[in-house]
Every structure is written in structure tokens, then in C-alpha cells.
């Protein structure tokens, strides 16, 4: 017990996280003759306290580099906080502070918690997105875009987030709700900033062939947002009693044009001003607002639509007249604002036939049924064409659509066309907290670029936040400016954060630099970063803005020359714990319940029963979240280390047990006391003969640790931990060549030394080694195994395994046959019939 107490972790941990601070141990220094390893976690939010997805992510990547470090990269493991944002600017609204005091309170405090891990990150090289020598050279960015086109301002129709009143990019809207209110996303008509990415939608696309090291579900993710669709842009004729000829679209398939059944046209198409002034028209567009302009809020709201004194003409068969509608789930900036309505085969289109009670025609039929009807529900799928003159009998889509484009085009009616989903990126936010978008205006709304001179445009100190909107809209002080003399009013918008995240990685390579952003010697040596670790909730949003940025940087620039950010990607899962509630509804913490057997109370309280719900992702809302410091305090860092990488692959969710977190802290001590085993045998000085199976073992583990940390197995590696404490255990017991003990076990030391850096760093000490050791390397003879495992079947029965020599003789291997004890009862009193011999395989004897 008492050598057991001798490791006390907050004395040794505090000792070891003071002698990495004090000795820059993590610098990164460029040094073009040395190879890079850059390696970096998402952006954290300075929210508080961290949590521990927080410690997840970061210690995976700790592991990484501290293991990249040990094999002599010179590798680059840095740290800032994405520290503008709305809920900064709310808290500041609640508690009367500043946003600026708050967020920097925020990261003083996760600062000192996540060194507490013994993280090796590089602190000299912190940014945080709300300092000025940050967005100054963001705002410097924004202009260059804006000089290459790149950057435009256009009135157009918005997601609106009623609760925290402001925009949302269609990325931001999830299942029709603003990403972080929840609240339900509405249509509004403002004047806004747009990034071009659009302009990069193909290269984009093109360019998730190369990232060989992402996840497939990623890029798979990415493809289906920027959405490439083939297709046909078409004119239908129009006749009735307006002043209109054709209305254009484009569609995917116009091989289905013969179940064709009405024209939708999005509610703020063109044709729309006609309406204007009708009562019905007006009323149907103003509940059209209460839905967002994402695909997936208008897939989910109802369907609704408003009838015209219009007839679409079809292009196929133009006896066939149908109605013209607006309708609610028509986008203008998709395919024109116009799309034909064929209900047999997309589900859309069949609710909206189903309450206008219009025609439902089957024009394609599964290829296994000849008879086919789309009576209760749309067929989207693939099939063969039926009801549809010269088009039947093709196979749809892939035979039908290139046919009805080639006769589109011998008609002039339609072209061949290639269309995408991807839509600019709004990046104009109606709040205060954010990066200040450089652009005045003049009186008569000109725009007018701040001079680079007059950078950065800083945020306004002191501002009255509770007033209603946008607090910048209010301070007319700082709204107007004087340029060469004149007046000017500055934009009053502030960035997306997503802007501010989408460069962060650039500003490592050089955050000191004061005339620029980066330095191009700088990102040439450390560009792009060589492992990205985040969780899959920004496979669209962050990771698909990076690109674009960079190929935005890239646009006309010869000195910039790159297009990808992060070379190899890495999703982590999620950190679960169970969820509790009481007979109320309301969310309980972990630390309000107590549990019984397989009874849940809520504590001091046992009258009072809780409602124990699912393992979900630990999150404030729910409560159902552990305090990453109270467990470090506690068990100490390297025990949550070890916990929090060895119950589940990191790729998948791991879920939160207390009984797990106990296990690794009596795993932790137990090696302490195993070192402390060991030192004395080392102390023996023992000349005895060459230990052949330790340094078979050491050079195993080796080559498996290896292995696993190149490929992300690190729940594996605890297994291999684990695996290497019992073998030495026993081998203790033997005796021992106290120098093949000396090297193996300092070898042992040092590949365990990512995972537990604190007691490894520690024991390292402990036994004189320099605290600059390498990753040992691998003695191959030691690897190869003259034995091997022979089954042993009898009367084709798998009775035991004989390890021996490899191509051992039959006659050799029936002689270890008999004397094996287990084999002994099979065998007595038995006549032995034949013996089959498979060389380097099986024995099978037949009784």
C-alpha cells in the first residue's frame, strides 16, 4: 500500500505539466530539412468549462503527435478558440457584461483545464477569432474576395431565425430549424453578403477524389450536398390571359414529361408581380415566410399552392394542357424557380396532386411488373418506360433521359444541362458579436471597400446590446466614417463565425505576422495540415468552407498553391452517458440521482423516483453530462486518458461508466507499483543469460502499438496495456537479465508514453533516461516465430493445440501427441486406425 500511494498523480501530473510549460517542450520550429507532422483538433467554442467530447478529441490527438514527435517529426500541435458567435452576445444580454470580458473569462478557465490533461500543444501559438490582430487580416481576406469577384451583395430571400433574429446559410438549418435555437426557420427578403462558392461547385467535387485519407461517409456527405444532377433545361409554352410566352426550368428527368400534370413556380418568381395586389395571392405568400428556403424545411412543411389563370403547354404532346401553380416548396434560385410536376414518381409532387385533386399518370413501372399503377404512393425508383408513345420500353433513367433530351433539342424546346444544389454562402449575420464586414456606404447605398489603410474595423466598446436587432444598427457613431474626406456608413452585418473558422489553420503556421494573415514560407513547410480531427457534425458546414477557402485564396493567385486544407480527416464519436428525468419531465443530472440495485432515486430524496431514459451524446440541455475536471481531480489525467481511448474504437460513441473510469485509475496505480517491481529487479544487476523471450515480446508490442496508432486503434492499444502488465507481472517472477530488462522495459516506457505521458514521463525519470527518447525501433529477428500451433484432431474433433517447431516431421509430432496429458484420455486403451498429416497445419487421428 505503501509503495502504491508513492505515485500521487496531482503532485507528479503538476510536476510534469510545470516542466513542459517551463521548457517549451511542444515548440514547433520551422526546419525545411526536417519532416512535418501537423495535426489538428476542431476549433473549440470558449463556452465555459470544457466537456468531454472536448477531452476525447484532444486527447486523441495528443496521442498522435506526442507518438509523430517520438519518431523525430518536427510536429506542429497548436490551440485557439473560435470566440465570436451569438452566445456570447446572449449571455452578455442576460448577466449586463461585456462579450469581450466573457469570452476571454471563458478561455482563461478551458485554458487551465485542458492543460491539466497534459496536452502537448504549442501555446505560443494561440489565436482566438474576437482579437483584433485575428479579424483585421479576415477582414483583409474578405476584400481581396471581393476585388476577384468572388464577394457580392444581392437582395434575396433568407433563412431567418425568428429566436435569434438572424440569418442562417442553408447549412445552418437543420430538419427546417435554426442549428442552435431550434426554433423553425422563416422566409425573409433581405439585402445580404455572399461568397461565391458556388463558382468552385465542380472542383470542388472533382477534388474529394484526391482525399484518399477522409472517411467515405464524409466525402459521400459533401457529394450529395454540392449535388450534381444531369439534366435538361426546357421552355413549356404558356397560354392565358397575362402577358407571358414560356417559362423556363430545369429538370432530371424528362423522360416522365408524359405524366406530366401542372407547372409549380416558386412563389417569388417573376410571374409573381402579376399577382401583387390579390388578396388570395398575398395571403398565400405570407404563410409561404413561415417556411425557411432550405430543400429539407420546405420537404417537410405542407404543401400549398396557389392556382393561376395559366396552361403549360406540353412540350411532348401539345394537345395536353395543365395548370400553372405557386407552390411553397419551389426554390427561385433552383432550376429557375420553376419545376413540372410529374406525382406518379416523386412523393412531392404526388401530395400536392393528391390535395389539388390533378392527374396522377404512371409513366414508368418497376422492371418486374408489367402491370403497374401509381395509386397510393409515388414510384421514384428505377424502371421501365410505359405510357409514353415513343419513349416505351426504355429503361429508365439511364436509357429514357438521353433520349428525351436528344428530342428536345432536335425540337428546340430543351438543352442538355449540368445543375448543382450547392447555393453561395450567405455570410451576413444581424448581430454584434462578430467580425465587422470592412464595406461602407455611400448616401445613395454605393458601396465603398474600407481602404486596407483603415483596417482592422473594430467592434464598437460599451454598445447597448438589449435593444431590439442588430445592437451595430443603433450606434449611429459608429455607423458613419470618414473615407478620403467624405462620409461613409459602415456595414452594419457582422460575419458568419464559420468565416472565422474557415482559415484558422493558415494563422497557426504563422500567428505573429502582423502585415498578413500567413507566411508563404510558412504554410509551404507546414501546409496542409496532416491530420484533421473533428466530429462528422461539420463534415458539411466547417470542412466544406475550408475548401472553399482555400480556393478562394487560390483564385488568381500563383503564389498560393494549394486547394486542399487537411490532407487525412479523422471523426470521432461522441461521449454518451444515460439520461434521467424526474415524474415532472424535467432533465436530471448524474449528481441528482442515486441508484438501488437496479432502482434509479433522485438523491436525499428515495420517495421520489426517476425515469431513466437512453445512452445519448453528454449535452448541457439534457444534463447528462460528467465535469471533465472533478473526474481529473479525482482520478487524475492519465486515468481519464486511458478511460476515455480504451472502451471504444474512436471512431464510434463511447459510452460513459463510472465502474470504467475506476478501472483505469487501479490500472494506473497498478503499473506504478509494477514499475517499482521492476526497478528492483533492475537493481539486481542479474548477468544471467539473454532474456530471448522478453525482447520477443518487447519487439511484438512494438510493431503492434505501431501498428494501432497508425490506424486510429486505440482501444486496442489498451488491450495491448493491459496484455503487456500481466505478462511482466509473471515474468518477474522468473529470473532475469536485469540489462535486457534495463532496454526492454525503458522501450516499453516510451511507446506507452502518448498514452500516460505523466507516470510514463515519471518512471522515465525514475530510471536516469534522458526525457528526449525516441520511438524504439523494431529488431526483426525477434519477430519471426520458429513455433507454430498444430491442431490436434480426434476423429476429426479439434481436442488441443501443440506448439512446436515449424515443419516438424509426422513421426516428431505424434511423439508431442502422446505425451500431452490432455490428449492422454482419448487416446488410452484405443487403437489408432490411420493419421492424417496436413505439414505446418493439423494432425486428425482416427480411432
Known amino acids: 500500500m505503501e509503495q502504491k500511494n508513492r505515485y500521487n498523480f496531482k503532485i507528479v501530473e ?65 490551440m485557439g478558440w473560435d470566440s465570436f458567435g451569438l452566445p456570447a452576445e446572449n449571455a452578455a444580454k442576460q448577466n449586463n457584461l461585456d462579450p469581450k470580458d466573457w469570452t476571454e473569462k471563458n478561455i482563461s478557465v478551458m485554458k487551465s483545464q485542458l492543460k491539466k490533461l497534459g496536452l502537448s500543444i504549442d501555446w505560443d501559438r494561440e489565436i482566438s477569432t474576437c482579437n483584433e490582430d485575428y479579424y483585421k487580416h479576415q477582414q483583409l481576406f474578405f476584400l481581396e474576395l471581393y476585388e476577384k469577384g468572388l464577394v457580392y451583395r444581392k437582395e434575396n430571400f433568407v433563412n431567418w431565425d425568428p429566436v435569434d433574429e438572424t440569418v442562417l446559410a442553408n447549412e445552418q438549418v437543420i430538419d427546417g430549424k435554426g442549428w442552435r435555437s431550434g ?57 392565358g390571359d397575362l402577358p407571358v410566352d414560356e417559362i423556363k426550368c430545369f429538370t432530371t428527368r424528362p423522360d416522365t414529361l408524359f405524366g406530366f ?26 404563410e409561404c415566410s413561415k417556411t425557411g428556403t432550405t430543400e429539407e424545411s420546405l420537404a417537410m412543411a405542407e404543401k400549398i399552392g396557389f392556382k393561376t389563370s395559366l396552361k403549360a403547354i406540353n412540350p411532348f404532346k401539345e394537345n395536353e394542357k395543365v395548370p400553372v401553380y405557386f407552390a411553397n416548396f419551389v426554390l427561385m434560385d433552383y432550376g429557375f424557380g420553376a419545376v413540372f410536376g410529374c406525382p406518379g414518381h416523386d412523393q412531392r409532387d404526388f401530395d400536392f396532386a393528391k390535395k389539388y385533386d390533378l392527374n396522377i399518370k404512371t409513366v414508368v413501372r418497376p422492371k418486374d411488373q408489367q402491370e403497374f399503377e401509381a395509386k397510393t404512393e409515388a414510384f421514384p425508383g428505377e424502371g421501365i418506360i410505359i405510357n409514353s408513345e415513343f419513349l416505351n420500353g426504355l429503361k429508365a433513367p439511364e436509357q429514357s ?155 488568381n493567385n500563383k503564389n498560393f498553391k494549394f486547394n486542399e486544407p487537411f490532407d487525412g480527416l479523422f471523426t470521432q464519436g461522441m461521449v454518451c452517458h444515460q439520461t434521467y428525468k424526474d415524474e415532472n419531465n424535467n432533465w436530471l443530472s448524474p449528481d441528482d440521482v442515486d441508484i438501488n440495485g437496479d432502482k434509479y432515486y433522485i438523491k436525499n430524496n428515495p420517495s421520489l423516483k426517476v425515469i431513466v431514459g437512453p445512452s445519448e451524446s453528454m449535452s448541457k440541455s439534457k444534463k447528462n453530462v460528467i465535469d471533465p475536471e472533478n473526474i481529473i481531480n479525482n482520478y487524475g489525467a492519465d486515468a481519464v486518458r486511458f478511460f476515455i481511448l480504451s472502451d471504444s474504437p474512436p471512431e464510434k460513441d463511447v459510452q460513459w461508466s463510472d465502474q470504467g473510469m475506476l478501472s483505469s485509475y487501479k490500472f494506473v496505480q497498478k503499473f506504478w507499483v509494477l514499475h517499482r517491481k521492476i526497478i528492483d529487479k533492475i537493481n539486481i544487476k542479474s548477468d544471467g543469460k539473454e532474456d530471448i523471450i522478453l525482447k520477443k515480446f518487447t519487439n511484438q508490442l512494438i510493431q503492434k502499438i505501431d501498428q494501432n496508432l497508425h490506424n486510429f486503434n486505440y482501444n486496442v492499444i489498451i488491450a495491448n496495456m493491459h496484455e503487456t502488465y500481466n505478462f511482466l507481472i509473471k515474468h518477474l517472477n522468473k529470473t532475469l537479465n536485469s540489462n535486457d530488462l534495463d532496454e526492454c ?21 525514475e530510471l536516469n533516461y534522458a526525457k528526449n527518447n525516441n520511438w524504439p525501433l523494431v529488431d526483426k529477428k525477434y519477430l519471426e516465430n520458429k513455433n507454430i500451433d498444430y491442431v490436434i484432431q480426434i476423429n476429426g474433433k479439434k481436442r ?43 494432425m486428425n487421428i482416427l480411432l
Not at 470544457?50 to 517529426?73: E, F, P
Not at 425573409?188 to 461565391?196: A, I, R
Not at 472542383?203 to 450534381?228: A, C, F, H, R, S
Request: net charge positive.
Open 401 to 555: 433521359v438521353v433520349k428525351a433530351i436528344e428530342i428536345l433539342e432536335e425540337r428546340n424546346i430543351g438543352r442538355e444541362k449540368i445543375n448543382f444544389r450547392l447555393k453561395d454562402w450567405g455570410v451576413s449575420r444581424q448581430r454584434y458579436w462578430g467580425c465587422p464586414i470592412p464595406i461602407a456606404y455611400d448616401e445613395k447605398g454605393e458601396i465603398k471597400p474600407i481602404p486596407k489603410n483603415q483596417l482592422p474595423v473594430k467592434l464598437p466598446k460599451n454598445i447597448n446590446l438589449n435593444c431590439k436587432g442588430n445592437p451595430l444598427d443603433n450606434n449611429e457613431a459608429w455607423k458613419t466614417v470618414n473615407i478620403d474626406g467624405n462620409k461613409y456608413f459602415r456595414e452594419t452585418d457582422t460575419l458568419d463565425t464559420f468565416v472565422d473558422s474557415s482559415w484558422y489553420f493558415l494563422r497557426f503556421c504563422s500567428p505573429k505576422n502582423d502585415k498578413y494573415g500567413f507566411d508563404l514560407d510558412e504554410i509551404n513547410y507546414w501546409m496542409p495540415v496532416d491530420q484533421y480531427i473533428g466530429g462528422v457534425e461539420h463534415a458539411i458546414l466547417h470542412l466544406l468552407y475550408s475548401r472553399f477557402f482555400m480556393r478562394s485564396l487560390a483564385f
Open 14 to 78: 503538476s510536476k510534469w505539466q510545470n516542466y513542459w510549460e517551463k521548457n517549451k517542450s511542444f515548440k514547433a520550429k520551422t526546419d525545411k530539412n526536417k519532416k512535418k507532422f501537423y495535426c489538428l483538433e476542431m476549433f473549440p467554442y470558449p463556452s465555459g468549462k470544457i466537456h468531454m467530447g472536448h477531452v476525447r478529441n484532444y486527447t486523441i490527438g495528443d496521442v498522435l503527435s506526442r507518438y509523430k514527435s517520438l519518431q523525430g517529426y518536427n510536429v506542429l500541435h497548436p
Open 183 to 239: 426554433a423553425v426557420v422563416q422566409r425573409k427578403k433581405l439585402n445580404q453578403w455572399f461568397f461565391n462558392i458556388s463558382k468552385f461547385s465542380d472542383d470542388l467535387l472533382e477534388g474529394l477524389n484526391e482525399l484518399t485519407n477522409w472517411p467515405n461517409k464524409v466525402k459521400v456527405m459533401q457529394q450529395n450536398w454540392i449535388g450534381k444532377s444531369f439534366g435538361c433545361e426546357l421552355n413549356f409554352k404558356i397560354e
Open 745 to 765: 522495459y525503458k522501450k516499453i516506457l516510451i511507446i506507452f508514453s502518448p498514452i500516460l505521458p505523466h507516470l510514463i514521463s515519471e518512471c522515465l525519470e
Open 261 to 286: 400534370s401542372f407547372l409549380a413556380l416558386s412563389p417569388d418568381h417573376p410571374i409573381s408581380k402579376h399577382y401583387e395586389n390579390d388578396p388570395d395571392f398575398i395571403k398565400f405568400k405570407d
Open 800 to 842: 488441443s493445440l501443440i506448439n512446436a517447431e515449424k515443419n516438424l516431421k509426422q513421426e516428431l509430432l505424434f511423439d508431442l501427441v502422446k505425451k500431452d496429458k490432455l490428449l492422454d484420455k482419448y487416446l488410452k486403451d484405443l487403437s489408432i486406425k490411420k493419421v492424417i498429416f496436413v505439414k505446418n497445419r493439423l
